[in-house]
Antibody
């Protein structure tokens, strides 16, 4: 059973860049798609973007100008960077694995999530 | 973007009774080449991450109790809990993976009456 663990600062100042890492427990990061999803406190889920091990990425147009997702296959990690953050970016950030291979199918594994608060 | 709309926003059901959640997509999520609906259901309990229940609209994830079932095709889908248990109190989300951006319904909160 794959395990995903998000890590990073819990507090980010407005206008700065949010940076998170997701560590994958087993060496399968090179075979599937991986996504970042966020959930503002008390609200629903928003897909941020996904990446394949080749580096091919697909971002939500609503965040595309501020988002960078990358993968380090040697460390079995994926990363999220979100620039110019505001209070509206306060959320629990999840990484998740897509089932199957070659296409971002349904999410079959989720990390526990990490809360990031944007505040001065 | 494909907009996913769930109904109701919340429902209260007695233990042992049936709970039904609907999900409607703004366009079809049926992939004609393989006749599969790119629709999943996730369960989120308080303080926990979402958990996959159903994919391809009706395929139950391994380990998910058989009281959970999914149905529907095209743009209209349903998640049914046949006999509600206390541990089913959660928010349920439908999600389409037919196209990017992948999108979720707003969630349906299920409580015990």
């Amino acid at each position: 059973q794959v395990q995903l663990q998000e890590s990073g600062p819990g507090l980010v100042k407005p206008s700065e860049t949010l940076s998170l890492t997701c560590s994958v427990s087993i060496g399968s990061i090179s075979t599937q798609y991986w996504s970042w999803i966020r959930q503002p406190p008390g609200k629903g889920l928003e897909w941020i973007g996904c990446i394949f091990h080749t580096g091919s990425v697909n971002y939500n147009p609503s965040l595309k100008s501020r988002v960078t997702i990358s993968v380090d296959t040697s460390k079995d990690q994926l990363s999220l960077r979100l620039s110019s953050v505001t209070a509206a970016d306060t959320a629990v950030y999840y990484c998740a694995r897509h089932a199957g291979d070659g296409y971002p199918y349904h999410f079959d594994s989720w990390g526990q999530g990490t809360l990031v608060t944007v505040s001065s | 973007d494909i907009v996913m709309t769930q109904s109701p926003d919340s429902l209260a059901v007695s233990l042992g009774e049936r709970a039904t959640i609907n999900c409607k997509s703004s366009q079809s999520v049926l992939w004609n080449s393989n006749n599969k609906n790119f629709l999943a259901w996730h369960q989120q309990k308080p303080g926990q991450p979402p958990k996959l229940l159903i994919y391809w609209a009706s395929t139950r994830e391994s380990g998910v109790p058989d009281r959970f079932s999914g149905s529907g095709s095209g743009t209209d889908f349903t998640l049914t809990i046949s006999s509600l248990q206390a541990e089913d109190v959660a928010v349920y989300y439908c999600q389409q993976y037919y196209s990017t951006p992948q999108t979720f319904g707003q969630g349906t909160k299920v409580e015990i009456k």
